[in-house]
């Protein structure tokens, strides 16, 4: 490539051949942007470079620190931008479903949470699930107050490898309701696991720093990323 400079009033002219133009090699096009820096340099260059007797105009020149000034406030406002949109990310990311006026909305709703307790929902039913490793021919669930009475048998029968559900209304054999208590969920006939049931959501606990809001029910408090299932 072929390189050839001129003098001319103090002003350097560089020429080149028509190769070097096309030259669009990763080397030749390492920077495809200009910073604040840049800006500064070219107006340097430029101020140094200019005819005496025919200066750069004051108009000019504030012009083009007004476009140096602008873009170093729009870069500015881009990182605090970027600044607000990670908080508000880390925000959500922490707090999720959680915020209150979402998990507001719960409350009167059941979760599935993990737990090998039932307790009744709002309208006395108990209901949950289990997983099994195998299949079995007679699944049974207990539920076990307190004192190790238990209060209730559920005979489900057999049941296939995987997941297995449970329901009681809380009534006995002649219609009358007499559960209303939290019991221990005891399966038989079967090496149950991952157990879990449905619990009422009665409250939201909003703590007064920025850790995650708790919703409140009858088997403790969890979080809104501790629910299974929502119904």
Do not use: C, E
């Amino acid at each position: 490539m072929t390189v050839t400079t001129s003098t001319d009033n103090g002003v350097k002219t560089y020429t080149s051949t028509a190769a070097s133009l096309a030259d669009t090699s990763p080397s030749s096009l390492s920077q495809k942007t200009l910073d604040q820096t840049d800006f500064l340099k070219l107006l340097t260059t430029q101020l140094q470079a200019q005819d005496p007797l025919n200066p750069v105009s004051n108009a000019d020149l504030v012009a083009q620190m007004a476009t140096i000034t602008t873009t170093s406030g729009i870069s500015a406002m881009g990182d605090s931008l970027k600044g607000i949109s990670s908080m508000i990310s880390s925000m959500k990311d922490a707090l999720g479903a959680s915020r209150v006026g979402d998990a507001a909305n719960w409350i009167g709703h059941s979760m599935l949470v993990s737990s090998d307790k039932a307790t009744p929902n709002a309208a006395g039913d108990y209901s949950g699930q289990f997983s099994i490793d195998g299949a079995s021919s007679d699944v049974q669930v207990n539920l076990v107050d307190g004192n190790g009475n238990t209060v209730k048998t559920l005979d489900l029968g057999a049941q296939g490898k995987g997941t297995v559900s449970y329901y009681w209304d809380g009534k006995d054999a002649g219609g009358n309701y007499v559960a209303g208590d939290t019991y221990s969920v005891q399966v038989t006939g079967a090496n149950a696991s991952d157990k879990a049931s449905y619990a009422s959501i009665v409250a939201v606990q909003s703590p007064g720093n920025s850790s995650a809001s708790k919703l409140i029910t009858a088997l403790g408090s969890f979080s809104p990323s501790d629910a299974l299932k929502l119904i």
